[in-house]
């Protein structure tokens, strides 16, 4: 035996630098951050590939992301978030500082992690299913159209009637759903065949269709007690599984009631327990959590006293989640020793090391975003796939106007906005949305009025709209 046995090559296109290349779209600079990142998202999806007494003890590598406001620390988890083939949650530290939140709650946060997965275990198991839930649906669209065998006595056939000829035969028969199963359901079958094949050509496709359906809005309003909550028991779920469903008859078109159908049927097929075991099991192995504004949790100088107990106790609070420990939910127990936490924070008044020494210990790695240059600016300005010029153009152009900067127009807005950073408050890119807010406040408001197709912003106009924000001490103490 060597040491590889077992080991499985990783079998994900998700590389660290596929990674990299989609954060790129979205973020600009940050290397450093990218690349910490991706690398652990890949570690991910190594330790899978490893035999189970070796993952084991793999434990994972947490990231702590410092930099100035504004550069990019947010919006990298948001685009990771979105990236994740993983359970991936994003929480602010605050929210558990929050007056008049009862309890701290951190354990909920595993609890929306693990929510996560169960959608996102169920959707995949869904696609599994959709097949045999198409022919379970036929076969109970055919029921809805074929009467039922008494009433075929004396050839009133209204339902069938109905979607073939349109002879408006309205009568309602409210009938048990168990009909003796007789020979009569063979001569039935033939048409059932007849009618399955007319269904499956789309034929019966603008035809209306009474089907029964389960009545959602039936749904039991139960709110569980807080405690209950926190032991992670839905009382109104617990009830629903007790109680039968509530059936609703409603009249729709054949085309969606198969859709509806199949829906209803796929949820029936898919097993509940295998649902919860994999939700579990995905959460524990590959789960990521975001701990934003971390540093907003952290007292100067590690020292607590007074209101600032409340910070740190969210710290002591988040200690044993970060650590390793079970935390119960709806779906059980799930163990969160090898869950991934990348925090975030400005840290700019205080510094990492006045974390309670626990936590600390616990963000092995850590990586520097870097304040953003001019050049980094106009980049952010013009490069990225949602970038605030490309959202301003296309919203113009629902004037029917197009707007268009000149390369030296939004070199002058990053200089700008630059120059306004270094000598006031530093805000990082969010400088940009208020000066392309001032810079285009006038084009925005007169669109409308003018017979203008083109509007060429340029370096001129730039200063001309913008001066007085850089320039008047006054006015920019009120703007941010
Ligand atoms: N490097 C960057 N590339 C592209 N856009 C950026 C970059 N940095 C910041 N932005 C933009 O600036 C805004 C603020 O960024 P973000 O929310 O990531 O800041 P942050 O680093 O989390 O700051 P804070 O410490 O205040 O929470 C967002 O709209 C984001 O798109
Ligand atoms: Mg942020």
Redesign the pocket.
């Known amino acids: 035996m060597n040491e590889t046995s077992g080991i499985r090559r990783v079998d994900s296109p998700l590389t660290p630098s596929k990674i990299i290349e989609y954060l790129n779209r979205?973020?600009?600079?940050?290397e450093k951050a990218k690349r910490a990142v991706a690398v652990a998202m890949r570690n991910r999806l190594r330790r899978r590939a490893l035999p189970p007494e070796l993952a084991h003890e793999v434990v994972p590598k947490n990231i702590l992301m410092v930099?100035?406001?504004?550069?990019?620390?947010?919006?990298?988890?948001?685009r990771l978030a979105t990236l994740s083939s993983a359970p991936f949650i994003k929480v602010e530290a605050t929210k558990f500082t929050e007056v008049g939140y009862v309890g701290r709650d951190v354990e909920s946060i595993i609890r929306d992690l693990t929510e996560s997965a169960v959608s996102m275990v169920r959707r995949r198991m869904l696609e599994t299913v959709q097949a045999p839930a198409l022919e379970r649906a036929e076969q109970r669209l055919l029921d809805a159209l074929l009467p039922r065998p008494e009433r075929e006595r004396k050839f009133s056939m209204p339902g069938l009637m109905r979607v073939l000829g349109g002879t408006d035969s309205d009568e309602e028969d409210e009938e048990p759903d168990a009909a003796p199963q007789e020979p009569e359901e063979d001569r039935n079958s033939g048409t059932r065949t007849r009618l399955l094949t007319m269904l499956r050509e789309g034929r019966l496709d603008g035809r209306e269709v009474d089907i029964e359906v389960a009545d959602s809005a039936a749904a039991l309003p139960i709110f569980g007690a807080a405690g209950m909550d926190a032991m992670g028991i839905n009382m109104g779920e617990m009830l629903s599984g007790v109680l039968p469903k509530r059936m609703k008859k409603r009249r729709m078109k054949v085309q969606e009631a198969l859709r509806l159908l199949q829906s209803e049927e796929a949820e029936k097929l898919i097993d509940t327990d295998a649902l919860a075991r994999e939700a579990v099991d995905t959460v524990q192995e590959d789960g990521i959590v975001f701990l934003?504004?971390l540093?907003k949790v952290v007292v100067r100088g590690g020292n607590s006293s007074g209101p600032d107990v409340s910070r740190e106790g969210v710290q002591r609070d988040l200690l044993p989640i970060v650590e390793g420990s079970v935390v119960q939910t709806r779906y059980g127990p799930v163990r969160t020793d090898h869950i991934l936490f990348i925090a975030?924070?400005?840290f700019s008044g205080v510094k990492p090391s006045d974390l309670i020494p626990e936590l600390q210990g616990r963000f092995p790695i850590r990586v520097e975003?870097e304040p953003?240059s001019w050049e980094?600016l106009q980049?952010?300005l013009t490069?990225?796939e949602?970038?605030l010029i490309r959202q301003y153009k296309a919203l113009i152009s629902t004037e029917g106007a197009e707007l268009c900067f000149t390369e030296e127009a939004t070199a002058e807005i990053a200089k700008l906005a630059h120059k306004m950073n270094a000598e006031m408050e530093d805000?990082?890119?969010?400088r940009?949305?208020t000066m392309m807010e001032q810079l285009l406040e006038e084009i925005s408001f007169s669109v409308c009025d003018k017979e203008t197709e083109k509007i060429r912003i340029t370096p001129e106009l730039v200063r001309e709209r913008l001066s007085s924000l850089v320039e008047d001490r006054d006015i920019r103490r009120y703007l941010l």
């Not at 979205?26 to 940050?30: A, F, K, L, N």
């Not at 930099?67 to 948001?78: C, D, L, M, N, Q």
């Not at 805000?427 to 969010?430: E, K, T, V």
């Open positions: 979205y973020i600009v600079g940050q930099g100035p406001t504004g550069v990019g620390k947010t919006e990298i988890a948001r934003d504004e540093d975030a924070g400005a975003l953003l980094n980049q952010i490069e990225p949602n970038s805000i990082g890119a969010r940009l949305h």
